[in-house]
Every structure is written in structure tokens, then in C-alpha cells.
């Protein structure tokens, strides 16, 4: 059974809401990690995208990476999440921060928007919450959305983060790994349609916390070089897949 069935996602991220990215982020992997991860989304999204383009973000939570792809889309950049707090939290940093910033409640399965309304939809640390069954729905929404031409930005959990598979299986995460990591291939078979561009490694097993503390930008190049190298997609925990919607 996926993670996602085990609990309700709307009320479980409605509870973590308050102080998510402290707990999640905060320690020295965390913010090493997170640093690494608006790099990466930032150069891909430069690289790629229009910055005159209708941009979506989807679950963005309290909006770890909303500023990142605000900064390379025109506005208004739209977002969508599905739980109450975490829309709440948005909604103070956007009216603080990014008045810019339309931030709608809704369900990703189900968005509320029309077909090929949007240049580029991106959506991070979400897919792999549901099996990837439900994934492969889950991104042909995310694809509807989508004008041909559009890029679409997913983040998911790499099933070939294969270095790792004995000790996740201690830790009793097996069946997690088996339902809701997957592979590029899998995932590019969903989008008929779509034309993957380009894939990089974001998260890795490499414990660099206590190198960041000491010299955080090297501890940040290191892993950015380690994100644009192939073999990385080897052992990244997680990657970040570029389509174009053909
Ligand atoms: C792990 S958090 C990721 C937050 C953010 N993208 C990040 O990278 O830090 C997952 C987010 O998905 C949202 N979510 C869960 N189910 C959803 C759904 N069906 N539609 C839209 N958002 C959903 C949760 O409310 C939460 O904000």
C-alpha cells in the first residue's frame, strides 16, 4: 500500500504546516540540500524557459521554491496546494513577500484550469507521495494544463537509488521504495505526447552537513556538480525531469 493511503494528506500537511521548513530543512543537510535544490531549479528554468511564460507551481507547501520559479516566470505565477495550513502559510508570505503570487486551493488530480492554459507547470517533493500508478495519472493532469510546447519540471524519487536499497530496507522503508520511487523511463512512458529534455540529480547519499557548516559553497558546488553528472542518476535519492509537451 503507498504512503499516501495510510494517512490523509490533506490533514497531515494541514498539521505540519506550522514550522515545516524548519523541521525539515533546518539542520545543516537540510539547508545543504534545499540550497542545492533552488540552484538546480533555477538554472534549469533559466536555461529552458521563456521568462514571459504562464508559470504553475503545484503543492508548493509553504513555498520553499515559489520564489525560485516566480523569478523565472512572468506573473501572475500561479499555485496550487491542497491543504488548508499550508495555503494559509502561503497566503501570509505571499501577501508579505510576493503580492504577485495567486495562490488557489485545489487538488492536483483535478486542477482547476483549463487545458493548455499554462507555459510551464512545476512541482516538486510531491509525486512521490502517491504509487506510481496514481503518478502516472497525476502527471497526465499536470500535463493537460500544459500548452504544446510547455515544459513541465517534476521532482521525483529515483527507484535506481540503488546503493541505498539495503539500508532503507532496514529502516522499513521497502515498500515505500517499491510503490513510489520510480525510474525515468517509467515515468517518460507516461507522457506520450512529451519529449524529456533533460534529468538531473538533486538529493545524495553523500553526508555533507558538516562540510556545509564549515564551507557551505563548496559543499553546495560539490553537489551541483554531482547533479549534472549522468552517473548521478545512479545514486541521486532524487531527480528533477525536464519534458517538453510535443
Ligand atoms: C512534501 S510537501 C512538498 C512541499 C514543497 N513542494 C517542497 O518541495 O518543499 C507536499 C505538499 O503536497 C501538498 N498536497 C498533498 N496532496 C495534494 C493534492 N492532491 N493536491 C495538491 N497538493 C497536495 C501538501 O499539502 C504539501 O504542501
Request: charged share 25%.
Amino acid at each position: 500500500m503507498a504512503r499516501a493511503e495510510f494517512f490523509n494528506l490533506r490533514q497531515d500537511y494541514t498539521e505540519q504546516a506550522a514550522g515545516y521548513l524548519d523541521r525539515r530543512f533546518g539542520d545543516a543537510s537540510g539547508r545543504l540540500y534545499n540550497e542545492v535544490h533552488r540552484c538546480t531549479v533555477r538554472a534549469l528554468l533559466c536555461e529552458f524557459v521563456n521568462p514571459v511564460a504562464r508559470g504553475l507551481e503545484v503543492a508548493p507547501g509553504p513555498g520553499r521554491l515559489t520564489d525560485v520559479v516566480r523569478g523565472c516566470v512572468a506573473a501572475p505565477l500561479c499555485v496550487v496546494d491542497l491543504a488548508d495550513g499550508m495555503v494559509a502559510e502561503l497566503k501570509r508570505t505571499v501577501r508579505v513577500c510576493w503580492p504577485d503570487v495567486a495562490v488557489v486551493q485545489g487538488d492536483a488530480f483535478a486542477l482547476p484550469f483549463g487545458d493548455g492554459w499554462f507555459d510551464v507547470v512545476a512541482t516538486f517533493r510531491f509525486i512521490h507521495l502517491f504509487a506510481v500508478q496514481r503518478q502516472r495519472a497525476l502527471l497526465c493532469e499536470l500535463a493537460r494544463v500544459l500548452r504544446p510546447g510547455g515544459h513541465l519540471l517534476v521532482e521525483f524519487n529515483n527507484r535506481r537509488y540503488g546503493g541505498a536499497l539495503p539500508r532503507l530496507r532496514e529502516r522499513g522503508l521497502a515498500v515505500e521504495l517499491r510503490e513510489t520511487y520510480t525510474t525515468i523511463g517509467a515515468l517518460s512512458g507516461t507522457l506520450p505526447e512529451g519529449r524529456l529534455l533533460v534529468v538531473r540529480g538533486v538529493g545524495f547519499p553523500l553526508s555533507l552537513g558538516a562540510l556545509y557548516r564549515r564551507c557551505p559553497r563548496l559543499a553546495v558546488a560539490i553537489n551541483l556538480r554531482l547533479g549534472r553528472w549522468r552517473a548521478s542518476r545512479g545514486f541521486a535519492q532524487q531527480l528533477l525531469a525536464l519534458w517538453v509537451k510535443t
